[in-house]
């Protein structure tokens, strides 16, 4: 016992000092005429560090309160570490993914009647980010999944272009046809995850979980003819993981000309760009499904911390980033994530214009990534549900090798929802 106790020790040891740690504004402040409020989220680009820093110089101007930005190299792990302290960031930013973990923490306030112009946000997105019933942070950017395709590999192969009316047939068909062993290229990449897949779960009319009971769904025939589907485009030799054509990731995958289709999200717009500016490539929304369009909605919201001494003043430091002046200053010079208001939206394709200019790709083409924030799905799973995803994730890889079929994939996925369950 006393072994024991001593790991438990140094692990909180360990959590408490391993990870540099995010701390909130100094509560000395919290008796004086100064206000000054802890920002805690990541950077992707320089321009998002300039434009968010310039954003926070505007508010401090504005408003007279200060505002530090502590960029995290981990921002999950330092996060939890400052929830254990008890001292956390007036303000952070929160993935999707974690948000039910979060709010079940009793670490976020509640943005229910604090969040300004909610009308004025993609309905879609506000709904990831209520739980229960409850709105508790706005969102902060998003981005979707559609269909890249090599413009070139399908003039060779006498193919016309994908269209926003495309269906699974329509997908299956151009993959074989584009697939060449010879050369080297499959014609759809298909990486064995569980978001990638989920599109075409909710595309068949499947879900995880029933909305009202809370039960666990995703063992009927609906997630099976998907599953059976995507598992298809590998073990026909028609598509597979990115590794199958020596690549990382599916963007890098299509860049190179492995794979003549791709399914990623606007990220991979900049990054196309920027390493493959020779590449002739357009994108369209992901293909209809049998009972529906579906894609997937990565996003991020500004959360409020619950325990803190200026409550007031950190909403309004999330409603000025997230309210329409906000977001058209992030759009201008952002390449990555979208803007959660629609007002934004146009903004946001005229900022491709100049960095697609003279290369083969039409920045119009941005608008199949933004038409996707009416009819997405949230990556998010209730707390607890990490092992279920490992667990999907293993039986996916070893079908798509042919050891196993896609109702074994559907049990064992089930197996593992039970047992967190605990049914």
């Known amino acids: 016992m006393k072994h024991l106790r001593l790991i438990s020790l140094l692990t909180i040891f360990m959590l408490l000092f391993a990870v540099p740690a ?149 997908v299956y068909a151009a993959a074989e046809a584009l697939t060449d062993p010879d050369a080297g290229v499959i014609g759809l990449v298909t990486p064995p995850e569980l978001p990638r897949w989920l599109p075409f779960l909710h595309q068949n009319g499947g879900i995880i979980f029933d909305e009202i009971t809370g039960e666990y769904a995703m063992n009927d025939e609906a997630a099976l003819e998907a599953l059976a589907f995507y598992i298809s485009f590998s073990t026909d030799g028609i598509g597979g993981a990115p590794s199958v054509v020596d690549a990382g990731w599916g963007g890098e995958a299509f860049g190179e000309g492995r794979a003549a289709m791709a399914m990623e999200g606007n990220w991979v717009i900049n990054y196309l760009l920027e390493d493959y500016p020779e590449l002739n490539w357009g994108v369209v929304e992901l293909p209809v499904g049998p009972v529906e369009r579906a894609t997937m909605a990565f996003t991020v919201c500004y959360g409020v911390g619950a325990d803190n001494d200026f ?87 070893r079908a798509f090798a042919g050891e196993i079929t896609a109702e074994d994939v559907i049990a064992e996925a089930e197996a593992a929802a039970m047992e967190i369950m605990g049914n």
């Not at 701390?23 to 919290?30: E, G, I, K, Q, T």
């Not at 007279?64 to 330092?78: K, N």
């Open 311 to 397: 409550l007031e003043e950190s909403w309004e430091l999330v409603n000025f980033l997230t309210g329409e002046e906000g977001q058209l200053a992030t759009t201008e010079v952002s390449f990555g994530p979208m803007p959660t208001r629609p007002s934004a939206a146009e903004a946001y394709v005229e900022v491709w214009l100049p960095r697609s200019e003279g290369r083969g790709f039409d920045a119009g083409d941005v608008e199949a990534f933004i038409a996707g924030a009416e009819y997405s799905y949230p990556w998010q799973l209730p707390v607890g549900f990490g092992p279920f995803v490992d667990a999907f994730n293993a039986a996916l890889q």
């Open 22 to 170: 995010l701390v909130a504004a100094d509560d000395d402040d919290a008796d004086g005429d100064e206000v000054r409020l802890v920002l805690a989220g990541w950077s992707s680009s320089t321009e998002e560090t300039n434009t968010l820093n310039a954003l926070l110089e505007e508010f401090t101007a504005t408003t007279g309160i200060e505002v530090e930005w502590q960029i995290s190299t981990d921002h999950r792990t330092q996060l939890q570490t400052a929830f254990a302290s008890g001292t956390y960031p007036n303000v952070f930013y929160i993935d999707s993914s974690y948000l039910l973990d979060w709010v079940d923490a009793g670490v976020v306030a509640i943005g229910e009647d604090v969040v300004e112009d909610q009308d004025g946000f993609y309905e879609a997105l506000l709904d990831i980010f209520t739980v229960g019933g409850t709105l508790y942070c706005p969102p902060k950017d998003f981005s979707t999944m559609a269909l890249q395709f090599n413009q070139d590999l399908f003039d060779a192969a006498g193919l016309d272009y994908p269209t926003a009316d495309w269906t699974w047939d329509d």
